[in-house]
């Protein structure tokens, strides 16, 4: 089986007005456009030809969703479960309704995810940083009454970090996340911040957003990873991220767990986040294409999903379909064809879907796609 697959942007307040538009080479709508489904998710399950939707075909049981990401403006502070921790919530939260604002489960899964990046840079907020580094960045931002005692907790000898956490998120120093803001404004002004002045600049746009909020200091304590066209990002249970900025393929488990860490007037649940974020600071590694060959893999270490990007560049790929396989369209012109015959192109910034009885795909034409299906 053989489908085409379509969807309408979602319109988030953080999703870009430009950066689905003009990847598909159409007119920008006027309203933000921020993610783009291709899956069975039941909150929006894809399109198949203007005629049903996938999750009637599927029954709704894709273990990923593919998505199309655009973004303007940093999304949440953000960290997932692993499955065994998603298990243990969803049970203990049996009692709760699934639309009641306490609950932090929603289902009973992980959720890992995989960035790549479709625009020329793609900026991003992932993992916590080395706190000897963070303490170097603190030194760029002065002497503050905030910053010190930023710098006295992040000095302790417990869990750090997730003491600063903690603090930061409490809600009882608001007078100290408003000061050490006003001190990552004032040294982006001065941009003398040597190493650190990229971060800066990045942290000032932050807070240029979300005035105010902790969230602001929270990364502080992050990595900021700049991605190019092509590289990629996973980021695995536990760890805390965020996207800031930029035009992105992104796959996932199937699941909506989210617990949030800031940037967001969503609820934060500060016990639940700091009983799940892994606070041992680490780099994450940035995943980058094949500097030749028609496909490049994304490595993960988990079976929910896997990732290739296909570069055509006129003659044809054939891949084995070994589960439910979705095609999307990233640049040129594409057409995906199955071994009975079928063909089908596929516009950029849509998809196409081939059932697990299918032996293989081939995909032919000028152009970039991406290859979504089961973990290998």
């Known amino acids: 089986m053989l489908l085409s697959l379509t969807n309408a942007p979602r319109d988030y307040a953080w999703g870009s007005a430009s950066l689905l538009a003009e990847l ?4 920008p709508s006027g309203a933000p456009e921020a993610e783009v489904w291709f899956g069975d998710h039941p909150g929006d399950p894809a399109d198949i030809d203007g005629d049903g939707t996938l999750d009637e075909i599927t029954g709704g049981t894709l273990p990923y969703l593919l998505k199309l990401l655009a973004a303007a403006q940093p999304l949440s502070i953000q960290v997932h479960p692993t499955i065994a921790q998603a298990q243990q919530g969803w ?8 639309d009641d604002p306490t609950r932090n489960y929603r289902d009973d899964n992980h959720k890992p995810e ?25 030194d760029a931002l002065g002497d503050g009454a905030g910053v010190s005692a930023l710098r006295a907790h992040l000095t302790g000898d417990a869990d750090v970090l997730r003491d600063t956490l903690s603090w930061l998120l409490g809600g009882t120093v608001q007078p100290q996340v408003e000061d050490i803001i006003a001190s990552v404004t004032a040294a982006a002004e001065r941009a003398d911040a040597g190493e650190w002045n990229t971060t800066i600049q990045a942290i000032a746009g932050v807070a240029d957003t979300y005035p105010g909020d902790p969230g602001v200091v929270v990364a502080l304590l992050m990595n900021h990873v700049v991605l190019r066209r092509g590289e990629g990002l996973f980021l695995r249970a536990g760890l805390l991220h965020a ?25 934060i649940d500060v016990a639940e986040l700091l009983s799940i974020v892994d606070t041992v600071p680490s780099e994450v590694p940035v995943l ?56 089908r192109t596929v516009p950029v910034g849509t998809a196409a879907f081939v059932s697990a009885d299918e032996p293989e795909l081939r995909l032919s034409g000028v152009g970039e796609a991406f290859i979504a299906a089961p973990g290998r």
């Open 288 to 343: 980058r294409p094949a500097a030749d060959g028609a496909i490049t893999s994304y490595p993960v270490p988990v079976a929910d999903f896997a990732l290739d990007r296909v570069t055509l560049t006129g003659e044809s790929v054939v891949r084995a379909v070994a589960g439910p396989t979705m095609v999307l369209a990233t640049a040129g012109d594409v057409a995906v064809e199955t071994e009975s015959g079928t063909v």
């Open 243 to 267: 996207y800031l900025e930029g035009l992105g393929v992104e796959i996932m488990a199937a699941s909506d767990n989210v617990l949030r860490g800031g940037l967001t007037p969503k609820r």
């Open 91 to 98: 049970a203990a939260e049996s009692g709760k309704g699934l």
């Open 114 to 138: 995989l960035i790549v990046a479709l625009s020329e840079t793609f900026q991003s907020l992932s993992g916590l940083r080395p706190v000897s580094d963070t303490l170097s960045l603190l």
């Open 24 to 27: 598909e080479g159409r007119s």
